[in-house]
């Protein structure tokens, strides 16, 4: 069984400032992880994704994340956030394999509002 | 290239009756899976399919159905609608391959029940 969940339902910071979004996940196997962002009435835009290797991975937009196993955990950063930015996002798992392999299991989601 | 299309795009049907939402993937894609988002919540898994079987079914009831099509479309029908199947739709393919499982998701169908 997989889970995801994201800490803050809303998180507001000033453009310019670090931005900080948290994820803790739950899985039985080794996971892929993915951050997705969702503008207003669209679908879901991939951030970012780690599935082997390299625990620090960049992504589009200047986001990156990093899979931290121990803590199980893969906190999404950005140092300077944009207006632009703002936009709910997403924490994703999916299993490496098995039956949830290909299958996400999303959090609750994180509101971002950026201030001038 | 064509990204993931989704069509309707917005539909208002009343309880009790049926639904058909359909979704085309990226080219080359064989996988197709099907989310529900409630406003407010994160989308949940409804379906998978690859290669035209099903890999994959949430926890929802025996009114939600989907297939897959030979061309890789998919269809996804939802019977005896209840008000608390108001949602956004998602549709999302993927190549997925032991190197690639990334998914990449349409716009979405917004499903309103009156």
């Known amino acids: 069984a997989q889970s995801v969940t994201q800490l803050g339902s809303h998180v507001s910071v000033s453009e310019g400032a670090l931005v900080l979004l948290r994820c803790n996940y739950s899985?039985?196997?080794?996971?892929?992880l993915f951050w997705y962002v969702q503008y207003p009435n669209q679908g879901l835009q991939l951030l970012l994704k780690?599935?082997?290797?390299?625990?620090l991975v960049k992504g589009i937009n200047g986001f990156e994340a990093e899979f931290k196993k121990s803590e199980t955990s893969f906190h999404l950063t950005k140092p300077s956030a944009h207006m632009s930015d703002a936009a709910e996002y997403f924490c994703?798992?999916?299993?490496?394999?098995?039956?949830?392999?290909?299958?996400?299991?999303f959090g609750q989601g994180t509101i971002l509002t950026v201030h001038p | 290239d064509a990204g993931v299309t989704q069509s309707p795009t917005h539909l208002i049907k009343t309880r009790g009756q049926h639904v058909t939402l359909r979704c085309s993937p990226i080219?080359?894609?064989?996988?197709v899976s099907w989310y529900q988002q409630v406003l407010g919540q994160g989308p949940q898994f409804i379906f998978q399919?690859?290669?035209?079987?099903?890999?994959g079914r949430g926890n929802f009831p025996d009114r939600f159905s989907a297939r897959q099509f030979p061309n890789y479309s998919s269809e996804l029908n939802v019977n005896a609608l209840l008000l608390g199947d108001s949602a956004l739709y998602l549709c999302?393919?993927?190549?997925?391959?032991?190197?690639?499982?990334?998914?990449?998701f349409g716009q979405g169908t917004r499903l309103t029940v009156v």
């Open positions: 780690y599935t082997t290797g390299a625990t």
């Open positions: 994703a798992v999916s299993g490496a394999g098995g039956t949830s392999y290909g299958k996400l299991t």
């Open positions: 080219s080359g894609h064989k996988s």
């Open positions: 999302a393919s993927s190549p997925r391959t032991v190197q690639n499982i990334e998914a990449f």
């Open positions: 399919y690859y290669e035209k079987e099903e890999r």
């Open positions: 899985s039985s196997v080794p996971p892929y």
